[in-house]
Structures are given as C-alpha cells and as structure tokens.
C-alpha cells in the first residue's frame, strides 16, 4: 500500500494526549502517566501501519513520556532534589493546561464563525434560509484523527483474519474507496463509519476504506462528525464543497 496521506489539517500530540485523558476521564493535574503512555503507544503503532507522515513528532512525546514513567518507577535521586529540578511530568501538566485553554478558546471563535455563516449566509430563497435555520440548531462535533484511528481499531478487532489458502485476492484501492464512499453519500446523507466498516471483508479493505476517508476530509469533500463526544461518528458531503446546480432560466 504505497498511498501516503498528508495530514496538515489533524492534530498533534499533545491533542492526543488530551484525548486519551478526556476518553478516560481522567483529572488533567493527576494524570497516570503508566496508563497514558501504554494507550498512546498503541495510537502510534496504528499511526505506523498507516504510513501516516505525522508519526515523526508522535515519537518525540512518546519518548518524553517513557521517560518520565521511568523516572516514576525508579526512586528519587537525592541529588536531583537538592537541585531542585523541575519535575517532567509537572512539566507536561503544565504544557498540557496551557494547550487546553488555547485549544478551548479557538474552538469558541470557530462555533461563533459558524452560528453567525449559518445565519447570516445569503440564500437563494425562502427555502434554503428555512434550511441554513434547522441545520443551525443541530450540534454536533468533528470528529478527530485519535476518534477516527479509535474507529478503524475496532473494526479490525472485528474484522475476521484473511483465510490464508484463498487463492484469488481482491485489490483494493484507495482510489476506488473514494469513489464508493462519495456514490453512496449520493444515495444516503450520511453514513456511519461503524457501517461503512461493517462492509468490509479483510482488514486490509477496511485501512484502505480509512485511507480513503482521511483522504476526502483532506481534500474537505466530506464531514466527520459526532452528536457528542466518543460517539458513533457520520460521515456526510461537505455541502460547502459542492459547486451550486445552475438553474434553469
């Protein structure tokens, strides 16, 4: 599978690390670095088998992290307390905090941008105000990478194991899965990502079904989303991304 995504739209590590503590709703200030590191490690090596090229930066914090759950396991230096060093892990608290407030205040000015476009975008007419209304009432959030790579691990735990003696072998491409996911949001609204997976026979078919999903929010053809948190996520056409039908004069 020689198909390389580019992931500049996605999140970095400290994001998944305030996923991992927000999915185990765990108190920012007294985080198990133990237990953090061990599901963070896991979310690299799904990152690994993708070939994801944001990888590089993963490893830097994991690193970090296997470090200060080292120095947690062995006991404390006395020299070190006597120099009075900062602790690493109050460190990547307070690195994690700081991240938080920004995080929170850009995803304030993004909710207002969007009530004021749904509300204040000009519409052709009576009908598609009435509808920019009822979409406006609808709250729902993207949906992450961490929450899509959630999404695609349990789908290959599900997934049966390739029956090794089977002589034909399908081909699968991202290229065709792009084509299949956009055809049937013709067909339906949305999709489940639950359900798209369900549709898969390997496990290979279902990396390359995520490769290709990556690859339409990348290009912002279609929408990850959820009605909240951890949800089931949806998949549907990116209504802004599609050229309006000229009408008939």
Same mark, same amino acid.
């Given at each position: 599978?020689?198909?390389?995504?580019?992931?500049?739209?996605?999140?970095?590590?400290?994001?998944?690390?305030?996923?991992?503590?927000?999915?185990? %709703?765990?108190?920012?200030? %007294?985080?198990?670095?133990?237990?953090?590191?061990?599901?963070? *490690?896991?979310?690299?090596? /799904? *990152?690994? /088998?993708? %070939? @994801?090229?944001?990888?590089?930066?993963?490893?830097? *914090?994991?690193?970090?992290?296997?470090?200060?759950?080292?120095? *947690?396991?062995?006991?404390?230096?006395?020299?070190?307390?006597?120099?009075? =060093?900062?602790?690493?892990?109050?460190?990547?608290?307070?690195?994690?905090?700081?991240?938080?407030?920004?995080?929170?205040?850009?995803?304030?000015?993004?909710?207002?941008?969007?009530?004021?476009?749904?509300?204040?975008?000009?519409?052709?007419?009576?009908? =598609?105000?009435?509808?920019?209304?009822?979409?406006?009432? =609808?709250?729902?959030? %993207?949906?992450?990478?961490?929450?899509?790579?959630?999404?695609?691990?349990?789908?290959?735990?599900?997934?049966?194991?390739?029956?090794?003696?089977?002589?034909?072998?399908?081909?699968?491409?991202? =290229?065709?899965?792009?084509?299949?996911?956009?055809?049937?949001?013709?067909?339906?609204?949305?999709?489940?990502?639950?359900?798209?997976?369900?549709?898969?026979?390997?496990?290979?078919?279902?990396?390359?079904?995520?490769?290709?999903?990556?690859? @339409?929010?990348?290009?912002?053809?279609?929408?990850?989303?959820?009605?909240?948190?951890?949800?089931?996520?949806?998949? /549907?056409?990116?209504?802004?991304?599609?050229?309006?039908?000229?009408?008939?004069?």
């Amino acid at each position: 599978m020689n198909y390389k995504i580019k992931l500049e739209i996605f999140e970095g590590p400290l994001d998944l690390l305030l996923f991992l503590i927000k999915k185990n %709703d765990l108190d920012i200030t %007294d985080i198990s670095i133990a237990e953090i590191t061990e599901q963070y *490690m896991q979310y690299i090596e /799904m *990152m690994k /088998m993708l %070939d @994801l090229e944001v990888v590089g930066e993963f490893l830097v *914090m994991a690193a970090s992290l296997m470090q200060i759950k080292s120095r *947690m396991l062995l006991p404390p230096d006395p020299v070190e307390l006597e120099e009075d =060093e900062i602790d690493p892990k109050d460190e990547l608290v307070r690195r994690l905090q700081e991240y938080k407030k920004f995080k929170e205040i850009a995803e304030s000015l993004h909710e207002k941008e969007q009530y004021r476009k749904d509300f204040f975008s000009r519409a052709s007419d009576e009908e =598609e105000t009435k509808k920019l209304k009822e979409e406006a009432k =609808e709250v729902y959030f %993207d949906a992450s990478l961490f929450d899509l790579i959630t999404a695609l691990s349990d789908a290959l735990k599900r997934t049966p194991e390739e029956v090794l003696h089977e002589v034909v072998q399908e081909e699968y491409t991202v =290229e065709q899965k792009i084509h299949d996911i956009l055809h049937h949001l013709i067909d339906q609204s949305q999709i489940t990502i639950r359900a798209l997976f369900a549709n898969t026979k390997t496990k290979v078919e279902a990396i390359v079904t995520f490769l290709a999903v990556l690859e @339409l929010i990348r290009l912002k053809e279609i929408k990850a989303i959820q009605k909240k948190p951890f949800s089931d996520i949806e998949l /549907m056409r990116n209504n802004e991304n599609i050229a309006p039908t000229e009408s008939n004069s």
